[in-house]
């Protein structure tokens, strides 16, 4: 089976621009969840999908958002972005049925870098 | 809240040696801890998963062990070797409807030939 794909991989953007990020899951996955990582913070949860509905959200603000598709491929877009938003973002599937879930499998990430 | 802390934050061994990485969690009320290694500037790769009514998991050289009561897990490494220079990360899950992970700040290990 393929693994986790994310695309693009690099990204530079400039202040207060917006970004949209991709991710494919593993067949047959249902769940995709979303991760920060940077040096300061490290790895911090932003959101997970499930069937299409967000299951949980982290503490992020209101800039961060996604969607996942009738396929479980997930977006997330950052809007007006800041400085601070450079980092790895993540992402993660998991079969995640609806009462339980399982080892999740991370993608690559994709490097944003904010100018 | 949860919190997920891993001592310590870096390690040097020679070669061969065996060691023992440590992971502290607050709240005991998980449903599963997972543990990943991560190369410089890549994601993040899943070594083992410990339900909670567990009490170890083993693959290969690695053996990873859960003691929900105390809030720590440790992942013992034998005969360790360059390759496996990394950072170790744990994390938890809450409960059985999540995704979400909390994960420790991670440990940078180094294995010197």
């Known amino acids: 089976k393929a693994g986790v794909t994310q695309t693009p991989r690099y990204l530079i953007k400039t202040r207060g621009q917006q970004v949209t990020l991709s991710c494919s899951p593993i067949?047959?996955?249902?769940?995709v969840s979303w991760y920060q990582q940077t040096p300061g913070q490290g790895l911090q949860f932003l959101f997970e999908?499930?069937?299409?509905?967000?299951?949980n959200k982290g503490n992020f603000p209101g800039r961060f958002s996604g969607r996942q598709f009738s396929n479980s491929r997930s977006e997330m877009n950052v809007s007006t972005l800041e400085l601070g938003d450079s980092a790895l973002y993540l992402c993660?599937?998991?079969?995640?049925?609806?009462?339980?879930?399982?080892?999740?499998?991370f993608g690559p990430g994709t490097r944003l870098t904010v100018l | 809240k949860q919190e997920v802390t891993q001592i310590p934050a870096a390690l040097s061994v020679p070669e061969g040696e065996n060691l023992v990485l440590n992971c502290s969690f607050t709240?005991?009320?998980?449903?599963?801890l997972q543990w990943f290694r991560q190369d410089p500037g890549k994601g993040l790769t899943s070594l083992l998963l410990?339900?909670?009514?567990?009490r170890e998991q083993t693959s290969g050289r690695l053996n990873a062990s859960l003691d929900k009561s105390s809030g720590r897990s440790t992942l013992y490494i034998a005969a360790s070797q360059p390759g496996d220079s990394a950072t170790y990360l744990c994390?938890?899950?809450?409960?059985?409807?999540?995704?979400?992970?909390?994960f420790g700040q991670g440990t940078t290990l180094q294995v010197k030939p």
């Open positions: 410990i339900q909670s009514s567990q």
């Open positions: 709240d005991s009320a998980i449903y599963n």
């Open positions: 999908y499930f069937s299409e509905t967000q299951r």
């Open positions: 067949s047959g996955h249902r769940s």
């Open positions: 994390a938890v899950t809450s409960s059985s409807n999540t995704g979400k992970l909390i």
């Open positions: 993660a599937s998991s079969p995640g049925t609806a009462t339980s879930t399982d080892t999740q499998y």
